[in-house]
């Protein structure tokens, strides 16, 4: 398996700018998730999904923050605008219905100046 | 989200040591305690796990010690090695592909010294 694929890995965007995360669970995971990681706050979980559908978006900070699973292979968290404060780590990961074990990606670390 | 209070935030241990990480948790519910390391730079990863029908789980120098009517759980390593230098969270859930995804402690920041 190829595991979890998140891109950029790195971006430097200016304040007020769109930025879109991208993600490729692994092949045959049913659950994606979106977590960030900030010093302050550890691991947050932003948003999931199961089947490509959205299931709990309770911890998307603001409306500021989107995503969408369009396909099976494929989601993308978006901020419009950014801003500063959203400097972080972005986490996809996945999972499949039968099993406990979350796989993540290896971020993609975003700095908003 | 129930929280999952982790300590220390950070621990230094020296080489050869026993490095002790301590979470707590809230909801009775959760039935599977995962503990996940991450290297700079990489996401985190499974690296052990334990369900509350059992006290321990031993996994070569890693070892979950587990408390229910505590509701607390541990991580020991034996022997630490600066291999193991590295972030460790704790997490807390539901068992049997669960629809929630893990609450996460906010993290351990382990140095072992050579």
């Known amino acids: 398996d190829a595991g ?6 790195h971006e430097v965007t200016e304040m007020g700018q769109e930025v879109t995360l991208r993600c490729k669970p692994i092949s045959g995971h049913d659950y994606l998730f979106w977590y960030r990681q900030t010093m302050m706050r550890g691991l947050e979980l932003l948003i999931y999904f199961n089947n490509n559908v959205p299931i709990d978006d309770s911890g998307m900070p603001e409306d500021r923050f989107s995503a969408k699973m369009p396909n099976a292979s494929f989601s993308t968290l978006k901020i419009q605008p950014s801003e500063p404060r959203d400097s972080a780590v972005y986490f996809c990961a996945s999972k499949r219905n039968s099993g ?4 993540f990606g290896e971020g993609s670390w975003l700095t908003v100046v | 989200q129930q929280q999952v209070k982790q300590s220390p935030q950070s621990l230094i241990v020296q080489k050869g040591g026993i490095s002790i990480i301590n979470c707590a948790y809230e909801n009775t519910a959760f039935d599977y305690f995962p503990w996940y390391q991450q290297f700079p730079g990489k996401g985190p990863a499974l690296l052990i796990a334990i369900r509350p029908d059992v006290s321990e789980k031993k996994e070569g120098r890693f070892t979950i010690s587990f408390n229910k009517s505590a509701k607390q759980f541990s991580l020991h390593i034996m022997d630490s090695q600066p291999g193991d230098s590295a972030t460790y ?9 669960g629809a929630d995804g893990l609450t996460f402690g906010k993290g351990t920041h382990l140095i072992i010294q050579p």
């Open chain 1, 4 to 9: 979890v694929i998140q891109s950029p890995r």
């Open chain 1, 100 to 103: 406990n074990t979350i796989y």
């Open chain 2, 89 to 97: 969270f704790c997490a807390a859930g539901l068992s049997g592909g």
